[in-house]
C-alpha cells in the first residue's frame, strides 16, 4: 500500500496529522483532506481516508495521539453516512486521476463496468447538494441528462451509449430518487438521439479548435526568411559578416567611408585600371557610383548596381551609352510571386477551417435555440386555455344557488332577454378567443424575432473576426516582402563587400611597399 500510495506510513501520518492540527472543526478538516488530494469515506468501523492512488487507511490510526473516541468526537459535524463509500472514494480518485492527464499524453481508458459506472454516478449525486449540481456534475463527467421515449431520466455518454439513471443511483429509490430529481423538468432535456448528436457536436467542434489552435500556434512561430531566399543568398546570411546597421550609418562620400571608397571606383580609376585588368572593370560593373550626400548607396541585387550612364563623369567614359534596361518590380520577381503563393496558400486553408468552425458553431447555436424555444409554445398556450376556463367558470357562477333559481325563472319569464345574454356571453367568449389568437401570433413573433437576433449577432461577430483574420493576413504578407528585401540587401552588401576585398588584394601589389613604421625598429 506505501508503494502504491508513494508515501510511507509515517510520512502519511505525519501530513495527516498537520492537517488536522490546522483545522478547527471536522469540516475544515475534511475540505483541508480533499484539497490535499484524499476523500474522506465511510467504513464498517468508521471514518476513513483514501489518497489519489485508491489506497484506503483508518482515519483515527493516521493521527497520533487520538483515540477514535476523539476523532468521532472531533468530526461530529460531518456524518459518516453522508460521506461515499470506499469503492465510490476510489472512482471518484480514478475519475480526477483521468481528467488531470494531459489530452496528448492521457491514454485511451479502459471501458468502465457497470458497477463501476454505479459508483461513479452514486457518488457524483451524494456530493451534489440539489438535482442541478447532480445534473453539473454529470455533465463534467462527460455524461448528457436525456428524456427516454417513456418516463424517466436517461444518461448519454461521450460513446453514444445510454442507461437509465435510475438503475445506476444506488443509495437512494423509487419516491425518494423521484424527489430529488423533481426540480428538473423533463421537458426541458433533450431526447436520447438529441444527447447523442450534442456529443458529436462536441467532438467536431473540440477537434476544430485542437486544428485552430496548431495552425495559430504554427502560425506565432514566426516568419523563415531561409525558404524564400536561394540556397547561396542563405549561406551567405548565416556566415559571419557585419552588422547590416553599419550600412544604414554610412556617412555621404565627403569624406569616403573606409568600407566604400568613392574614389576609388570613381569612372576615371575604373578606366585606369580596365587597362591592366579587364576583371577589375567587370567586377566594377556591380559597384555603385558616387551619390548625393544625403542618399545612402543602394545595393539591391537584382539587376546589379550599374553605373549612372546619365552623370557627366559616366557620359565621359562610356562614348556611347548604350540603354539600360529597368529593374523588374518586385511583383514580377519569382521569390515575392513564391512568398505570395505559399502564403495564400496557408492563408485559404485556415480561412477554410475557420468557416467550418463558424457553421458548427452556428448550427450550435440554432439547436440551442431551439430546445429553449420548444416549451414556450406550449407553456403559452395552457396559460391562454387557463383563461378561457375561467372566462366559462365566471359565466357559470349564477347557475346555482338562489342566484341561479332567480336566473331561470327570469329566463322562462322573459325568453328575449335570457337569448340577449347568452348571445353577450357568446361575444365575450369569442373576443377573448381573438384576442388570444392575435397575442399568440405576437408571441411566436417575438420568439423568431429574438432567435433571429441572436443569429444575425452570432454573424456579427464571426465577420468580425474574419475582418480581423483578414488585416492580420495582409500585415503578415507585407512583413514577409518586407524581410524578405531585407535579406536581399544584406546579401547585396555582404556581396559588394566581398568584391572590394578582393580588388584591394589584388591591387595591393601596384601600390608599392608599405610605408616605414614611425618609431625604433
Known amino acids: 500500500m506505501a508503494e502504491r500510495a508513494g508515501l510511507s506510513p509515517a510520512e502519511r501520518k505525519e501530513q495527516i496529522a498537520a492537517l488536522k492540527a490546522a483545522a478547527t472543526n471536522g469540516q475544515e478538516f475534511k475540505k483541508a483532506l480533499e484539497e490535499a488530494g484524499y476523500i474522506l469515506a465511510q467504513g464498517k468501523r468508521g471514518y476513513l481516508v483514501v489518497d489519489e492512488a485508491g489506497v484506503h487507511s483508518v482515519l483515527s490510526r493516521s493521527i497520533p495521539g487520538m483515540k477514535k473516541a476523539q476523532v468521532e468526537a472531533f468530526m461530529a459535524d460531518v456524518p459518516l453516512a453522508q460521506l461515499p463509500t470506499i469503492e465510490q472514494a476510489q472512482a471518484l480518485q480514478k475519475q480526477k486521476a483521468l481528467s488531470a492527464q494531459p489530452a496528448e499524453a492521457a491514454e485511451a481508458p479502459a471501458e468502465m463496468t457497470t458497477a463501476e459506472r454505479k459508483d461513479q454516478i452514486t457518488a457524483l449525486r451524494q456530493q451534489a447538494d440539489n438535482a442541478q449540481a447532480f445534473k453539473n456534475a454529470l455533465e463534467q463527467a462527460g455524461y448528457v441528462l436525456a428524456k427516454g421515449e417513456r418516463q424517466g431520466f436517461y444518461l448519454v455518454d461521450e460513446k453514444g ?36 448528436a450534442i456529443h458529436e457536436q462536441r467532438q467536431k467542434e473540440t477537434a476544430v479548435k485542437a486544428e485552430l489552435r496548431g495552425a495559430e500556434s504554427g502560425a506565432a512561430q514566426g516568419p523563415e526568411a531561409s525558404k524564400f531566399l536561394p540556397p547561396e543568398l542563405a549561406r551567405k546570411l548565416a556566415s559571419p559578416a557585419p552588422a547590416p546597421a553599419n550600412a544604414k550609418e554610412q556617412p555621404s562620400p565627403q569624406p569616403p567611408a573606409p568600407t566604400y571608397d568613392v574614389d576609388f571606383y570613381s569612372p576615371q580609376r575604373i578606366a585606369e585600371r580596365a587597362a591592366e585588368s579587364k576583371q577589375a572593370v567587370e567586377a566594377s560593373k556591380f559597384l555603385q557610383q558616387p551619390r548625393p550626400a544625403e542618399k545612402a548607396p543602394d545595393l ?40 505570395k503563393q505559399a502564403l495564400a496558400e496557408r492563408q485559404a486553408q485556415e480561412a477554410r477551417r475557420w468557416a467550418d468552425y463558424n457553421a458548427l458553431e452556428l448550427q450550435r447555436l440554432e439547436y440551442d435555440l431551439a430546445v429553449m424555444n420548444a416549451g414556450k409554445a406550449d407553456d403559452f398556450d395552457a396559460l391562454q386555455a387557463g383563461e378561457r376556463k375561467a372566462l366559462t367558470g365566471r359565466q357559470k357562477e349564477h347557475r346555482t344557488g338562489i342566484q341561479g333559481v332567480l336566473d331561470a325563472l327570469q329566463s322562462k319569464l322573459n325568453p328575449t332577454l335570457a337569448a340577449e345574454k347568452a348571445k353577450a356571453q357568446r361575444r365575450e367568449v369569442e373576443q377573448l378567443k381573438a384576442r388570444q389568437l392575435q397575442e399568440r401570433k405576437d408571441y411566436l413573433a417575438l420568439i423568431a424575432q429574438t432567435k433571429q437576433l441572436e443569429i444575425e449577432n452570432l454573424n456579427e461577430r464571426q465577420a468580425l473576426r474574419r475582418s480581423e483574420r483578414e488585416q492580420k493576413n495582409e500585415e503578415e504578407t507585407e512583413r514577409y516582402l518586407r524581410e524578405h528585401q531585407e535579406a536581399k540587401r544584406i546579401a547585396a552588401e555582404l556581396e559588394a563587400q566581398r568584391i572590394h576585398e578582393e580588388l584591394e588584394h589584388n ?11 614611425l618609431g625604433k625598429q
Request: net charge negative; aromatic share 4%.
Open 507 to 517: 591591387d595591393s601589389p601596384r601600390d608599392g611597399p608599405p610605408p616605414p613604421k
Open 300 to 339: 539591391t541585387p537584382e539587376p546589379p548596381p550599374a553605373l549612372d550612364l546619365t552623370s557627366p563623369a559616366a557620359k565621359a567614359s562610356e562614348p556611347e551609352p548604350h540603354k539600360v534596361q529597368p529593374p523588374s518590380s518586385p511583383a514580377e520577381d519569382p521569390e515575392i510571386l513564391a512568398i
Open 161 to 196: 451509449d445510454e442507461f437509465s439513471l435510475s438503475k445506476h443511483v444506488t443509495d437512494i429509490k423509487g419516491k425518494e430518487f423521484k424527489a430529488f430529481m423533481a426540480p428538473i423538468d423533463q421537458a426541458s432535456l433533450p431526447t436520447v438521439d438529441e444527447a447523442k
